[in-house]
């Protein structure tokens, strides 16, 4: 019950979140010069990471995120010495996010470059740049300020360290004061704009004035709730198998039966009932003691392991289509229950829920390893203990109900062929999630034997086959000879033969936002005759703003980048429909910002955050600046509606591939600032 309660009082927690945190602080370095010799030194970069985040090494593919670098912009009495080397714990990994195979550090990252002293007093300035990513959102390419100065004697060397949060320790919020918050100098405001007026109302921060649209909801609260209920679907689903649904009166009886005091029997029930959700949630805190934290996380992208998922549900399906049976040692089950016979009181009870799980396994098993792979890669220290939670809730609940009101137990469908008709589409549905594990693995090593269209093509099979079992024209061993079709099992039908029908013209391109969060990216596709897109009006945000304000228009910021995988998702699946590009081609000027834009600005911009100087250098570098000085933020997607004045008409977008909520976004945005006029 503490556990239950503690997990309740976080998520009321994480709901009520205020939504001005956006900024996101996951890394924090220090950089420090080490003298080796009188002719040599390194400065060395340690960066702490926060869990969940991963700091991307050197040398990367092009194609994938910003690789870390090592920038001089003043050197004088030194030259270096060969490359930026990373040291310490690097991880090799096949990254979801850009789909490729990448280096990068967990928990710390350390990066050493090594200079020659070549005089009797050195300088040198310049900055660490480097790519931050979890799996949701990427920051903007990051920089670490350094300066150092010294003497080529050992003796007398200048040892310095200084600390640096990565680009967002010194981020406005939205209890800073505009003043305190950002400033923009002079040279700063000729440099961004030949119209000083309308840069100091276009660039002024309305972090303030965005936050009084409202909360947006935590997208790890959602996740939880999402882990939650799936876990308690598949508790629901295992409770109408062959394996567990005709135990349930013969439980229940026993509790009531034996003790000739009414109330007593309920409380067994009870017990009984909250043993099965503890030995659950003990599982699933299992999996996270045993494999960490970061080794679930891990699993999401490593292609072993994602080979070994799709074998093992290929075997659960197999078992479920009657191939074999799944079942634990006989004697682990008859020893159990041979204990409970022999003790007495709660310990009983516990032991006789135990025996349930053991002797259920064979329909139990599969589900509980399906909803354990999907929970422990999302890579959440407490995934596995929500799902098993939920799982264990749905399995106890008719234990308690029927204890409670025993008359129900009458109204029971008795068991029958259509439990085992539950079993195997369950096994066609873990025949097609395996492939989705294959993907991951293909998409690694670069086989191309899973492309889309060989991946819809074999989803289209199978739950056409999975339509056809369910009109009876397919049997599987288990299944009885029963010829007619119930009404139940012909909608079933219905909707299986209508999804693959509807997957069919993804063959030829087709968005199909339905699976896009399970089929191989568009990119894999051979032939593909869609070109349904939309396009922005301007990629600088200055020049947007005074045509905006020529034509009398509400503006759509996209601050976007060039390795922003769920930017993409985003354009393809939500863009793309009606409503939404109507709403963007015809009412709003869109914008988008690359903030990973390595073009060189023709001069540098030195700006003020938080009383300190920073150099925007490159084109990116200028509109990840906007981004968390006006705006507070500084993660990708955003999307945010402005007048043409630079003010909100409503609160942020990020990644979300709700249709209606988008639309209500737009529609909201363009409303207010009619009103306005």
Not at 82 to 92: N, V, W
Not at 468 to 474: P, R, T, V
Request: proline share 5%.
């Amino acid at each position: 019950m503490k556990k239950k309660f503690l997990l309740s009082c976080l998520l009321i927690i994480m709901a009520w979140l205020p939504s001005f945190a956006q900024i996101q602080e996951p890394v924090k370095f220090k950089t420090e010069l080490k003298t080796i010799s009188d002719t040599e030194a390194q400065i060395v970069f340690t960066g702490n990471i926060d869990a969940g985040w991963h700091v991307y090494s050197t040398d990367l593919p092009s194609g994938g995120p910003i690789s870390a670098t090592f920038n001089v912009e003043k050197i004088q009495g030194a030259e270096l010495m060969g490359k930026l080397t990373p040291q310490g714990k690097e991880i090799e990994n096949f990254d979801k996010v850009f789909e490729m195979k990448l280096r990068y550090f967990e928990n710390t990252a350390t990066f050493v470059q090594k200079f020659k002293i070549t005089d009797a007093s050195y300088q040198i300035e310049g900055y660490l740049e480097y790519g931050a990513c979890n799996d949701e959102n990427c920051l903007p390419p990051t920089e670490v300020p350094f300066s150092f100065s010294g003497k080529g004697n050992a003796a007398t060397a200048t040892v310095a360290t200084s600390e640096t949060k990565a680009e967002t320790v010194n981020q406005p919020t939205a209890e800073n004061s505009v003043a305190e918050t950002t400033a923009i100098d002079s040279a700063a405001t000729v440099a961004l704009s030949d119209n000083e007026t309308s840069v100091q109302d276009y660039w002024t921060p309305v972090i303030k004035e965005l936050n009084s649209y409202g909360e947006t909801t935590s997208q790890q609260d959602r996740s939880w709730i999402y882990i939650f209920f799936a876990g308690f679907i598949g508790g629901l689903l295992a409770l109408f198998t062959p394996c567990v649904w005709p135990i349930i009166p013969m439980t229940v009886s026993f509790f009531l039966k034996r003790s000739k005091d009414k109330k007593k029997g309920i409380r067994d029930a009870w017990t009984y009932g909250a043993s099965i959700v503890v030995i659950y949630v003990a599982l699933g805190l299992a999996i996270t003691l045993i494999f960490g934290a970061s080794a679930l996380n891990a699993l999401s992208t490593n292609a072993v392991f994602n080979i070994l998922f799709c074998l093992m549900l290929i075997i659960f399906a197999a078992s479920f289509f009657g191939a074999f049976e799944l079942t634990l040692p006989s004697k682990w089950s008859n020893a159990v229950d041979s204990k409970a016979e022999q003790t007495s009181g709660l310990l009983s009870i516990f032991l006789m829920a135990f025996t349930l799980s053991l002797v259920s396994f064979s329909c139990t098993g599969p589900i509980i390893g399906f909803l354990l792979v999907e929970v422990s890669t999302t890579g959440s220290v407490i995934a596995p203990a929500i799902g098993m939670l939920g799982f264990a809730i749905a399995l106890a609940l008719p234990f308690t109900l029927f204890a409670m009101f025993p008359s129900w137990l009458k109204s029971m469908p008795k068991s029958g062929g259509w439990m085992n008709v539950i079993k195997v589409t369950l096994g066609f549905l873990e025949l097609a999630f395996a492939l989705k594990f294959l993907s991951v693995a293909d998409l690694a090593y670069g086989w191309r034997i899973l492309d889309r269209e060989t991946f819809l093509a074999l989803w289209i099979v199978i739950f056409g086959l999975l339509g056809f079992y369910l009109l009876g024209k397919i049997k599987f061993p288990h299944d009885d000879d029963d010829n007619t079709t119930s009404v139940p099992r012909f909608f079933m039908a219905l909707i299986s033969l209508a999804f693959a029908v509807y997957m069919v013209p993804g063959l030829w391109g087709a968005p199909l936002k339905a699976v896009s969060a399970f089929a191989p990216p568009m990119t894999t596709q051979d032939f593909n005759l869609y070109n349904n897109e939309v396009h922005a009006k301007f990629d600088d945000y200055d020049a947007g703003m005074e045509y905006a304000k020529r034509n009398g228009k509400p503006v759509m910021l996209d601050f976007t980048g060039y390795g922003c995988v769920n930017c993409r998702k985003m354009e393809a699946a939500v863009w793309t429909d009606p409503k939404v590009s109507k709403l963007m081609t015809d009412d709003y000027v869109l914008i988008t910002l690359y903030v990973d834009n390595k073009e060189p600005l023709p001069e540098h911009i030195k700006v003020m955050e938080n009383g300190k100087e920073r150099t925007l250098r490159t084109v990116g570098d200028k509109w990840s600046y906007l981004q968390r000085s006006k705006f507070g933020a500084n993660a990708q997607p955003f999307y945010v509606l402005i007048d043409n004045e630079g003010k909100p008409l409503n609160k942020s977008y990020s990644y979300d591939e709700d249709i209606d909520k988008y639309v209500d976004f737009l529609q909201t945005g363009l409303d207010n600032y009619k009103k306005e006029k």
